[in-house]
């Protein structure tokens, strides 16, 4: 069964620095999510993208964000200035069309220092 | 008003017990409905689409009132393997008519016990 997988599992990093979180959707999928979990609260939409930009984004997603598809298979999620408040669980999904069910991966949990 | 708002929980509940999670939704423009179950620090992972007139997925059933803006989700004679969070999540009319973003609940914690 295909399924989104992310890379890497954990990334520890210190307060300031940039960080590059990287996921594989499902192959035929054209619509691409980031989402994030904080430690015991709930998941946040962060982005969408669809067809090379971001259809839609949080007030989370701010400047220190950026997404990109650099090639036909990784979405990748940039954070260019990491805060400790950034620490948290990134979720990856994908989905068929925009109104089909969305998959996700399994997460990069993020330590900032 | 919380966007997706669901019973706070915990649930402990015997194995072969009946379990019924509610949930209401704020935007009465909400256009898809959903249960997922996630495990410990794990990812969420879709349960079942929930449709209008209700449906059934083996020992699992949804039900959508939309004049009441209210989802529930039913497991009969639940297993140790049910044991979860579960989170009610609403497809929410996004701005500029955009419908792509998934809004969650906070989750209801279930533990089945032997």
């Known amino acids: 069964e295909p399924e989104v997988t992310q890379t890497p599992s954990h990334q520890v990093t210190q307060m300031g620095q940039e960080v590059i979180l990287r996921c594989v959707p499902i192959?035929?999928?054209?619509?691409f999510y980031w989402y994030r979990q904080i430690l015991g609260q709930k998941v946040e939409f962060l982005v969408s993208f669809y067809n090379n930009e971001i259809s839609e984004k949080s007030e989370i997603f701010d400047d220190q964000f950026s997404v990109e598809r650099p090639d036909g298979s990784n979405f990748t999620l940039k954070i260019r200035s990491t805060k400790l408040e950034d620490s948290a669980m990134y979720f990856c999904a994908s989905s068929e069309f925009r109104s089909y069910e969305q998959y996700f991966g399994p997460g990069t949990r993020l330590t900032v220092t | 008003r919380k966007e997706v708002e669901q019973d706070p929980g915990p649930f402990n509940v015997p194995e072969g017990a009946t379990v019924a999670f509610n949930c209401t939704y704020s935007?009465?423009?909400?256009?898809?409905f959903f249960w997922y179950r996630q495990d410990c620090r794990k990812e969420p992972k879709l349960l079942m689409s929930?449709?209008?007139s209700g449906n059934e997925d083996g020992r699992f059933t949804a039900q959508l009132n939309r004049a009441s803006q209210y989802i529930s989700l039913l497991i009969r004679d639940s297993k140790l393997s049910d044991s979860a969070t579960y989170l009610c999540v609403v497809r929410l009319l996004g701005s500029g008519g955009s419908n792509y973003k998934l809004t969650f609940g906070k989750g209801t914690l279930l533990t089945v016990n032997p």
């Open positions: 192959s035929n999928h054209l619509y």
């Open positions: 929930v449709y209008s």
């Open positions: 935007n009465s423009a909400s256009q898809s």
